[in-house]
């Protein structure tokens, strides 16, 4: 194939592909609260979890039943390390939307983070059957973004991991390791 026959394929996909998003985008519905909790996820990205979390409190002043902005709320009191709130702002995502499998894995996260281990592989376990997808964890696209060089563990793995753990003595557990935690990229799909 030539460079000019190349280029006429490559122009006609990428007007094919602006075409159909332009006729998805018109036909979706939009809430009011999707720019704030947009702006909610760019600050989340850049690691401004203030800022993130106050744009996801917009958001739900707006809709206060929007599931995505109480899971990214979720998320960046995580990051906060405010577990008491992200369990609280969790449950009501859960609550309001019990069969979406993301609810589960961030309500896990938190159980594991506060040391309620057998809870959040039950978490861990009910994310995986609602929403098998969650396993593949963060996209190659973001790590291309993020320059995230290894695949960082998903729920599936950690939820492996804390099972293999739990099976051995409490004395030989090794259920946290702070220094390879600290090390983990946070992100909100």
Aim: charged letters at 25%.
């Amino acid at each position: 194939m030539s460079s000019k026959s190349f280029a006429l394929v490559l122009t006609a996909c990428a007007i094919a592909g602006g075409l159909i998003w332009l006729i998805y985008a018109s036909q979706t519905p939009t809430d009011p609260a999707d720019g704030a909790y947009l702006d909610g996820n760019t600050y989340f990205r850049e690691g401004a979890y203030e800022q993130a979390a106050a744009s996801y409190r917009n958001a739900l002043e707006i809709n206060s039943q929007h599931v995505a902005a109480l899971r990214g709320l979720a998320n960046a009191q995580v990051q906060l390390r405010r577990y008491d709130e992200g369990l609280t702002t969790i449950e009501r995502a859960v609550r309001l939307k019990p069969g979406n499998g993301g609810n589960y894995a961030i309500r896990g996260i938190i159980l594991d983070h506060t040391g309620r281990h057998d809870l959040a592989m039950a978490d861990y376990q009910k994310s995986l059957e609602l929403d098998p997808d969650v396993a593949q964890g963060m996209s190659w696209l973001d790590r291309l973004l993020y320059n995230v060089q290894e695949r960082p563990p998903t729920v599936a793995d950690r939820l492996k991991y804390l099972q293999q753990q739990m099976a051995l003595p409490e004395s030989k557990r090794v259920l946290r390791v702070p220094e390879i935690d600290e090390q983990q990229r946070p992100y909100e799909q």
